[in-house]
C-alpha cells in the first residue's frame, strides 16, 4: 500500500486502528502471529554441535589424540581410553563456558535494544522496539530512534536524520498531509519515518505500516548480519600471553623429554608425559576463563542496574580516575517539587510532597486562595499549558509521565485546582516550538474560546528575562526598567540560593490573525510573568557514593545546566564542594580554550549553567591531564562526550536512544551511586582475572618444574602423562573458574585507580607465579623423593604421593591467591563456590587413589595414613612460607 498517499483517516481504517486509543492486547497478539516480530533477521549462529567440536581443535588437544591413538595401537588400552575421556570432559568443560558466556551476551543485547512509546488500550507505554506490531500508534522525540516504519499523523517541528537509507546527512523536515505522488523514493517521502532512523528535532506521532524485514531497513539487514565479536584489551593482551607461554612451555617439555631420554627413559613414554605436559602447561584455557568471568562480572553488574554495553569498559572501570556526573535525576531524586513562587514582587510557599497532587498556597505564613491572584493564577495556568508531563496513579503512587521539571509545573496548578483537559478546551494549542538546549526555553502558540492568541513560553529565568519587555506587576504590564530588572534578579538569586531550581514563565498576546513562523519571532517582547521555584533533594544514597569515591582516588565532578549558586548548594550537602575546590559557568567555559581549561580543570568541582557541546570541552581537558575519565548524559547533544569518554555513562530512563547507542555503560535507575557500584564490580572482575591467571600459571610452573628437576636429577618419572592431565582437568579447572566469582576485597575502593596501560603481571604478579610455582614444584619434588627412597622398589607409590602432594600444594594455593596480601589477609570460607570446588576436587583425589577400578586406569595406589602428614605438610609449605612475613608485616 502507497500510505504516503492516504490521509490519516485511510491509514486507519486501512490497517484498522484508531489514533486515539491504539490496538488492543488481543490485536497485538493477532498482528505478531501474523507479521512476526519487530527484528531484522540475523546471519546463522555457530550451533551447539559445532560449538562442541571446536573445543578440539586446539593444536595441543591434537597432538594428544595422535599420541593417544599411538597408545592404542601399542596396546595401552587403559591409558588411550582414560586420556579420551579427560579430554572429552575437559571438551565439555569448555563448551558449557562458552555457551554461559554467549547467553550472557545475547541477554545483555536484549536489554540495551531500544525502547518505544506506544499507544494501547488507550494508554501510552514504554515497550521493546521488538514487541512493536503493524497498526501501533507510536510518539518519538528529540533524541529517539524510530522503532518501525510509520506514517506521520502529527508533526512538530519534527526532523528525521536518514543518512543510514538515504545517504544524505542533512536531517529532513517532515509533515503530517498526505503527498499525493506517485512512484517517489525513500527520501522524498516527507509524511513518513523509517525504522532506525533518528528524530534530531522536535517531535511527533505516526501509526506502524511495517515491521522487521518487511521495513525501509530490513531490505539492507544484511549490514547488520556479520558483527564482529568484541573482545576486550585484556583478552588481547592475555591471547598474546598465551603465545609467549606456549613457547616457553613447549621448550620446557622438549628440555624435559630429551633429559628423560638421555637419563635412560624410553622414547615412547618421555613422548606421552612431554605432550601431556605440553598439554597441562599451556593454559589454552584462559581467553575462555576471562570471557566467563567478564561475563558473569556483567551479569553481577545488571543485579545492580548498570548494563554494561561494550566489555571493554569492564576493565576500563577499574581505572576511572574522574567521574562526570549530571546533577538531576543522578545525583538528586528527579522528583521536583515547586515549593515558591514570585510575581510582581510579591511570593508565596506551596506545601505538599512529591507528585502526589494535594497542598496549599501560602503568603506571609497566611493560607491563601491562589485562583484570586491574577499573576498567581496566570503563572500556573500557563505553566500548566505549556506542558508535555502527565501524572498517573499506578499501585496507590503518583508518577509523572514526562520530564521532572514540566510535571512540578503541573502538579502546583493542580494544587491549585487546575485540570489540564478542562484548560484544553479553553485554550487550543495551534503550534509549538519545542525546549532546546541552546535556546533553553519552550513556546506554544494558544487561541482561547473568544479567538485571542497568545505565546506562552517557559524557560531559563535570565535567558527569558532578556527577551521580555514588560512585567505583570499588581495585575498590570509594566515595561522592564533597570529596577524592575533588579528586582527579577534578586528573586532569581533569593531562590537559587535555597538550592531551587527556577522556570519563569512569560506570555504575550497576538495581533488577529497572527501567524507565527518561526520561535525566534514568537519568542520576543514577552511579558514577563513569574517564577516557579522547586526542588529536586539529593538522593540519600549519594553522599555516601561521593565519599566512597574519594576514598578510591575517584574525583567526582558535577555538571548541571542549573544556576551557579544552585548547583554549590546541592554539591556542598553531597561533599562534592570543599572549601579548596572551585565552580565554572558556562560563560567562563565558552571564553576558554581546551589549554586554557586544562590549567585549571583539576581545581574545578562543579560546572554550572553548562550546555552540551562544553561536556566534550571538560572530557578532553581531564584526558589531557591523564584522567580516565567516566561522563554521564542523557540527551542528544551529549552524545559526543560520551562518546569521547573513556567510559561514556548513558541514563536508562531519561535517556534518548543515540546516548544509550554512544554510551558503554547504561543506568537503568540513572542513580550515581550506580557509577560507583559498576567501578566497584569493574575493578573486582579485574582482580578476579588475575587471581586465576596467578593460580593458573603457578599450578602450571609447579607442574613443568617437578618433571624437569626429576629429569635432571635422574630420577624416575614422579608423574605419569595421565596424572598431569587429570591435574590440568580437575586442580586447575573447578578452582581456576570458582576464583572468577570471589567477591571483593574490603579495600577494593580503597586503592587508587589502576594504571591502564598496566601489565597483567604488574604489581608483584610474575614475581608470585614464579615464586609459588617454584615452592609447589619443590614440595612435589621432595615428597617424591622421600617415598621413593624409603621404598625404591615401590614406584607407583611414590608417584601417587607426589601427584596428592602437587593436588594438595595448589588446592592450598588457591586460597592465596584469594589476596594480594597473603592466604591470612581473608576468611578462607567467603567465597563457598571456592570451598565446593576445592572440596569436589579433593574428593576426586581420594576417589582415584582409593577405589580399586581407577587405580589402573590413573597409576595409583593406596596411601597410607601415616604418608598423608607428610604430604600435607609439604603441600602447605609453598603457601605458608611466604604467609609469615605478611604476619610479621602486620605486627609491625
Not at 515497550?127 to 530512534?145: A, E, H
Not at 528573586?491 to 501567524?515: F, H, M
Not at 546541592?570 to 581546551?594: F, H, P, R
Amino acid at each position: 500500500m502507497k500510505f504516503h498517499e492516504m490521509n490519516e483517516t485511510e491509514v486507519e481504517q486501512a490497517l484498522n486502528t484508531d489514533s486515539t486509543s491504539g490496538l488492543t492486547e488481543d490485536d497485538v497478539k493477532k498482528r505478531r502471529n501474523q507479521f512476526g516480530k519487530n527484528e531484522l533477521e540475523e546471519g546463522e549462529k555457530q550451533s551447539a554441535l559445532l560449538l562442541f567440536f571446536s573445543q578440539f581443535k586446539d593444536f595441543m588437544v591434537l597432538v594428544l589424540l595422535a599420541a593417544t591413538l599411538i597408545s592404542g595401537l601399542l596396546g595401552e588400552y587403559i591409558d588411550a581410553v582414560a586420556i579420551i575421556a579427560i579430554v572429552i570432559i575437559n571438551g565439555l568443560l569448555g563448551f558449557f563456558q562458552e555457551r554461559k558466556a554467549e547467553r550472557s551476551l545475547q541477554a545483555l543485547k536484549e536489554l540495551s535494544a531500544p525502547q518505544v512509546s506506544v499507544l494501547r488500550d488507550g494508554e501510552w507505554i514504554k515497550i521493546p522496539s521488538k514487541d512493536v506490531v503493524v497498526g501501533d500508534l507510536l510518539k518519538f522525540t528529540s533524541g529517539d530512534r524510530v522503532g518501525a516504519d510509520v506514517r506521520i499523523i502529527e508533526s512538530n517541528s519534527l526532523e528525521v536524520e536518514e543518512s543510514a537509507l538515504t545517504g544524505e546527512s542533512l536531517p529532513v523536515a517532515k509533515t503530517a498531509g498526505a503527498i499525493k505522488k506517485a512512484n517517489i523514493g525513500i527520501g522524498d517521502m516527507e509524511n513518513m519515518a523509517f525504522m532506525s532512523t533518528l528524530v534530531t528535532r522536535g517531535s511527533g506521532m505516526g501509526i506502524v505500516v511495517a515491521t522487521g524485514m518487511k521495513t525501509a531497513m530490513g531490505q539492507i539487514a544484511d549490514l547488520l548480519q556479520n558483527a564482529e565479536t568484541m573482545t576486550t584489551p585484556l583478552q588481547r593482551r592475555l591471547e598474546q600471553l598465551g603465545k609467549i607461554l606456549i613457547t616457553v612451555a613447549l621448550i620446557l617439555t622438549v628440555l624435559v623429554v630429551v633429559a628423560g631420554v638421555i637419563q635412560g627413559h624410553d622414547l615412547y613414554t618421555m613422548f606421552l608425559a612431554g605432550v601431556s605436559l605440553a598439554v597441562a602447561a599451556i593454559p589454552e584455557g584462559l581467553p575462555a576463563i576471562v570471557t566467563v568471568a567478564l561475563s558473569l562480572g556483567v551479569q553481577r553488574m545488571i543485579k545492580k542496574k548498570a548494563i554494561v554495553r561494550k566489555l571493554p569498559a569492564v576493565e576500563t572501570l577499574g581505572c576511572a580516575s574522574v567521574i562526570c556526573s549530571d546533577k538531576t535525576g543522578t545525583m538528586t531524586q528527579n522528583k521536583m517539587t515547586v515549593t515558591h513562587l514570585w510575581s510582581g514582587g510579591k511570593q508565596w510557599l506551596v506545601d505538599g510532597v512529591g507528585y502526589e497532587p494535594q497542598g496549599h498556597f501560602y503568603r506571609n505564613d497566611s493560607q491563601v486562595e491562589p485562583k484570586e491572584d491574577k499573576a498567581l493564577q496566570q503563572m500556573l495556568m500557563f505553566g500548566m499549558l505549556c506542558n508535555h508531563a502527565e501524572i498517573k496513579r499506578k499501585e496507590n503512587e503518583f508518577v509523572i509521565d514526562g520530564d521532572p521539571t514540566e510535571g512540578a509545573l503541573l502538579v502546583a496548578a493542580m494544587k491549585a485546582g487546575y485540570n489540564r483537559d478542562t484548560l484544553l478546551s479553553q485554550f487550543q494549542i495551534m503550534k509549538e516550538f519545542p525546549f532546546d538546549s541552546e535556546r533553553k526555553m519552550m513556546s506554544i502558540v494558544v487561541k482561547d474560546q473568544q479567538g485571542k492568541q497568545y505565546i506562552v513560553t517557559k524557560g531559563a529565568p535570565d535567558v527569558l528575562a532578556g527577551v521580555c519587555e514588560s512585567i505583570l506587576w499588581e495585575g498590570k504590564r509594566k515595561f522592564l526598567n533597570r529596577e524592575v530588572i533588579g528586582h527579577i534578579q534578586k528573586a532569581i538569586e533569593d531562590l537559587a540560593s535555597q538550592a531551587l531550581r527556577t522556570i519563569a514563565i512569560g506570555v504575550k498576546e497576538l495581533s488577529p490573525n497572527t501567524i507565527i513562523l518561526d520561535e525566534k519571532e514568537a519568542e520576543k517582547g514577552l511579558t514577563f510573568i513569574g517564577l516557579q521555584g522547586m526542588i529536586d533533594p539529593p538522593r540519600p544514597e549519594v553522599k555516601n557514593a561521593v565519599k566512597e569515591c574519594k576514598e578510591a582516588g575517584i574525583k567526582t565532578v558535577m555538571i548541571t545546566g542549573d544556576h551557579v549558586i544552585t548547583a554549590k548548594a546541592i554539591a556542598k550537602q553531597l561533599g562534592i564542594l570543599t572549601n579548596k575546590s572551585k565552580v565554572l559557568d558556562g560563560k567562563a567555559l565558552s571564553e576558554m580554550n581546551v589549554d586554557e581549561l586544562e590549567e585549571v580543570v583539576d581545581d574545578v568541582a562543579v560546572f554550572a549553567r553548562v550546555s552540551p557541546e562544553h561536556k566534550l570541552k571538560i572530557v578532553k581537558a581531564l584526558q589531557n591531564k591523564g584522567h580516565i575519565v567516566a561522563m554521564t548524559g542523557d540527551g542528544v547533544n551529549d552524545a559526543p562526550a560520551i562518546k569521547a569518554a573513556d567510559i561514556g555513562v548513558a541514563m536508562g530512563i531519561t535517556g534518548t536512544d543515540v546516548a544509550k547507542e554512544a554510551s558503554a555503560l547504561v543506568l537503568l535507575d540513572d542513580n550515581f551511586a550506580t557509577i560507583k557500584a559498576a567501578i566497584k564490580e569493574g575493578r573486582n572482575i579485574y582482580e578476579n582475572i588475575r587471581k586465576f591467571i596467578r593460580y593458573l600459571l603457578a599450578s602450571n610452573v609447579g607442574e613443568i618444574l617437578v618433571m624437569l628437576f626429576a629429569m635432571i636429577l635422574g630420577l624416575p618419572l614422579p608423574l605419569v602423562p595421565i596424572q598431569i592431565l587429570w591435574v590440568n582437568l580437575v586442580t586447575d579447572g573447578l578452582p581456576a573458574m570458582a576464583l572468577g566469582l570471589d567477591q571483593p576485597e574490603d579495600d577494593v575502593m580503597k586503592r587508587k585507580p589502576r594504571n591502564p596501560r598496566e601489565g597483567v603481571f604488574a604489581r608483584g604478579l610474575g614475581w608470585k607465579v614464579v615464586s609459588r610455582g617454584f615452592l609447589i614444584g619443590i614440595a612435589t619434588l621432595l615428597a617424591f623423593i622421600f617415598a621413593y627412597h624409603a621404598n625404591p622398589d615401590d614406584l607407583p607409590y611414590a608417584q601417587t604421593i607426589a601427584f596428592a602432594t602437587l593436588v594438595l600444594a595448589q588446592l592450598i594455593h588457591v586460597f592465596d591467591c584469594r589476596s594480594e596480601k597473603s592466604v591470612l589477609a581473608r576468611n578462607p570460607f567467603g567465597n563457598k563456590y571456592l570451598v565446593w570446588a576445592v572440596i569436589s576436587s579433593l574428593i576426586l583425589l581420594f576417589v582415584v587413589i582409593y577405589y580399586p577400578p581407577l587405580q589402573p586406569i590413573f597409576h595409583t595406589v593406596p596411601i597410607e595414613m601415616k604418608d598423608w602428614l607428610m604430604i600435607t605438610g609439604l603441600a602447605a609449605v609453598p603457601t605458608f612460607l611466604l604467609a609469615g612475613s605478611f604476619l610479621m608485616t602486620k605486627r609491625k
